[in-house]
């Protein structure tokens, strides 16, 4: 069971640097660092998009609009490491 336990800690590892790649790489597009023309630079844009875009909706959805500010990807952060905490303050019970 512990070794349950560490897949799913290794899957929201995972995710979690998957967030921080969107997130960091919006920035530099933004900034206009990286160029959506390039077209390595927007495949790994639209997979990102593709990949994170099922679990952004929902939370967009709830959340108000900020404008030009988008707190979504900081919700899920957030989300990802409240079961981070949860799974390893159980993982004595999976003994």
Known sequence: MLSLIQILLLILN???FIILAHVIMSWLINFQV???HQQLVAQIWYGLNRILEPVYGPIR???PNMGGLDLTPLVVLIGVYALRIILIN???YFY
Do not use: Y
Request: aromatic share 8%; hydrophobic share 75%.
């Open 14 to 16: 995972i995710a979690w």
């Open 34 to 36: 990286l160029n959506l």
């Open 61 to 63: 959805r709830i959340l």
């Open 90 to 92: 159980n993982a004595v």
